[in-house]
């Protein structure tokens, strides 16, 4: 099996069988961002709750494509128990493989499943699909607890 054909499968099976797609109940401390790609039209509603710096749960729900939709359930496993500066390290390295700028040595190690979405830079288009779920968890982890953006 080719490389591509590997990471479209791990992309579908994030899409079919997304990671932590049901909002948690809004708790007190926790933060709601809704994040909307106008170029498509896929959407996502996203809820952290951060204590002492460590992100105890990000839960999600969204409607668009495959890529959208499976790239936020990467980024929602790959978060989950994270510190917010890991997060925030993570996320920085997912766009640099989106913006095609290269990764560090060890990105495959780092971002596991999300090294999938390494040909969306191919696709400028693509790139905003991929990108929603991370940066609607960077815009929610740097918010202050129970702010909720519409």
Known sequence: MNLEKMY????????????????????????????????????????????????????????????????????AGLTQGATVKSALDLTAQFLLLMQGKGVSTDADEILEDGIAFAGVAQYPARVKCALLGWMALKDAITREPGEINE
């Not at 049901?22 to 994040?35: F, I, Q, T």
């Open 8 to 75: 479209q499968e791990i992309i579908l099976d994030h899409y079919k069988h997304p990671q932590f797609k049901n909002l948690a109940p809004m708790v007190s401390g926790a933060v709601e961002v809704h994040h909307i790609n106008p170029t498509c039209g896929d959407e996502v509603t996203l809820r952290a709750q951060v204590v002492d710096g460590v992100i105890e749960s990000v839960t999600w729900d969204g409607l668009g494509c495959s890529i959208s939709q499976a790239s936020t359930s990467v980024m």
